[in-house]
């Protein structure tokens, strides 16, 4: 079944275009690398399909649904770019407040196992302001993850985040074997670790898609 289905999609912020008829399709439980030089347009593309922008002209599709629509938003975990949890509510409360806004059971075996799997529990009770960046990153990711979402779309996941962080995140990812994944990224080390299929987007276009294993030319 198609998970994720962009047709045509034009995405202009004024007189810029950030995207130019770009048509993919994502099978429910692929796991997918969105690559490209900073600017191609990945980050527009993540958020078209989480319903934080409407296309100016074609489709998007998240299982069969608008984006919008509040379906569609229950069934996504999305990790910002730019990802700004609640500066003065503690990491716990970030994750408490929410998982109940999802609707999430069992909250607090949720929260207590992605605390220890991001090694976040030791800042539990501080609040967001006192974080560094990757603390705050890793935060965002549990954030993404509280409601077990069938659909994840991460940007630029690794980023701000320690070579041993990378690697538990890696893990913790690669785990999430039932979830369709779209990853954008910049570095194609990451985009293989992460991600079997590959779309190239370059100047707003896809220029390539197809298996990581047949991607040479792009590394
Ligand atoms: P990427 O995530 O690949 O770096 P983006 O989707 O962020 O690319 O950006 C694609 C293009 O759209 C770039 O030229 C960028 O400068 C432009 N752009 C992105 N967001 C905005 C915005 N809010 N206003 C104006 N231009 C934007
Ligand atoms: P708004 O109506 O202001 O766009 P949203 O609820 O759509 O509010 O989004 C608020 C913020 O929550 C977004 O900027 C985004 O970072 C985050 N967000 C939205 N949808 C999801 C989701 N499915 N999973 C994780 N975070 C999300």
């Not at 701000?160 to 995140?169: A, K, S």
Request: proline letters at 4%; charged letters at 20%; one cysteine or more.
């Amino acid at each position: 079944m198609n998970c994720i289905e962009l047709r045509n999609v034009v995405k202009k912020y004024g007189k810029v275009t950030a995207l130019n008829n770009v048509s993919f399709t994502i099978e429910c439980g692929e796991k997918v690398a969105l690559l490209g030089p900073n600017g191609a347009g990945k980050s527009t593309t993540l958020k078209l399909i989480v319903g934080l922008l409407r296309p100016d002209n074609g489709e998007v599709l998240v299982k069969g649904l608008d984006p919008f629509s509040t379906k569609a938003r229950g069934i996504i975990g999305y990790l910002p770019e730019d990802a700004s949890p609640y500066l003065m509510l503690t990491v716990r409360e970030n994750l408490e407040y929410i998982a109940s806004l999802r609707g999430v059971n069992n909250v607090k075996d949720k929260v207590d196992k992605l605390l220890d799997f991001l090694a976040l529990r030791q800042y539990e009770k501080n609040r967001v302001m006192s974080l560094s960046r990757g603390n705050r990153q890793k935060l965002a990711l549990a954030l993404a993850l509280i409601h077990d979402p069938e659909i994840l779309l991460l940007d630029e996941p690794l980023n701000y985040l320690d070579i041993p962080t990378q690697e538990r995140v890696i893990s913790l990812l690669n785990s999430m074997t039932n979830a369709t994944m779209l990853v954008s990224t910049h570095i194609m080390s990451i985009a293989r670790r992460l991600a079997s299929k590959v779309i190239v987007l370059s100047n707003g276009q896809v220029v390539w898609q197809g298996n990581i294993s047949d991607l040479k030319k792009f590394g």
